[in-house]
């Protein structure tokens, strides 16, 4: 079970110093590259986004009221995989995908909306990741950002091992919610839990849906959301 209480001290700041975030590395563009996910030809050369953990009171709130606890997902065990029901396509295919890591999300989605049309886009998710006894092991965020300007995720632990991924299904997340996802790994680094990461699951969705109306132009907005995220491993 999360300690929530924990969690909320963390985000707010009280005992920041637990989350460590690694100094900005040389990031490479990312683009999918067969089954050589270390490689990665030409994107877009904007500045990654990184959590910076500003929460405040409401916000948290809001965050550990939605939140909702599951089974914990032990490595390696994939009758701990999450239950999608109807939604198979957000199941990894074939049949030597495992779960090797779980982790808890908890940050916002974050909006900016364009001056001329008005429309939001999504900007960057910024998040810590946390074990299931409410540990923060690591951070999600905007690795870099794709020719039309969309984020490309990324996840990230504190031992520096790290996975790029690429959206390949969705199902809705219920209203009020984000969609559910299922990501396909396309670079990752280590040594480390997610350096043979295949794939990625966004799941038990709760909050950071963009808001209906645009109230300013230009305007960026930080949504609060929380997520499970389960990440696999090819076996053979």
Not at 151 to 160: L, M, R
Not at 162 to 167: E, S, W
Not at 217 to 236: C, D, L, N, S, W
């Given at each position: ?9 963390i ?10 975030t ?7 563009p ?15 050369n ?23 606890i599951v ?44 001056s ?5 886009g ?28 969309a ?10 091992s ?6 390949i ?22 040594p ?17 849906v963009?808001?209906?109306?645009v ?22």
């Open positions: 079970m999360i300690d929530w209480m924990r969690v909320q001290r985000l707010c700041g009280t005992i920041r110093s637990e989350i460590t690694k100094p900005n590395r040389a990031r490479r990312v683009t999918k590259k067969g089954a050589d996910m270390k490689s990665s030809p030409t994107t877009q904007r500045s990654p986004v990184k959590p910076g953990l500003r929460l405040t009171w409401p916000a948290v709130t809001l965050i550990l009221a939605a939140s909702v089974a914990r997902a032990e490595p390696g065990n994939d009758n701990r995989a999450p239950d999608v029901g109807a939604n198979t396509q957000l199941v990894p295919p074939g049949e030597t995908n495992k779960v090797s890591f779980h982790v808890y999300a908890v940050g916002f989605q974050i909006y900016t909306n364009d001329t049309t008005f429309a939001w999504l900007y960057a998710p910024e998040a810590v990741l946390l074990d299931a006894d409410g540990n923060p092991v690591g951070i999600h965020y905007a690795y870099a950002y794709n020719a039309a300007g984020p490309i995720p990324a996840w990230e632990t504190e031992s520096g790290l996975v790029v991924g690429a959206r299904a969705s199902a809705p997340g219920g209203t009020g919610n984000i969609p559910w996802l299922l990501l396909q790994a396309v670079h990752t680094e280590g480390g839990i997610l350096e043979s990461t295949t794939y990625i699951q966004r799941v038990n969705t709760t909050g950071g963009a808001p209906a109306i109230p300013t132009a230009g305007q960026t907005v930080r949504i609060p959301y929380t997520a499970e995220y389960f990440f696999y491993r090819g076996t053979k």
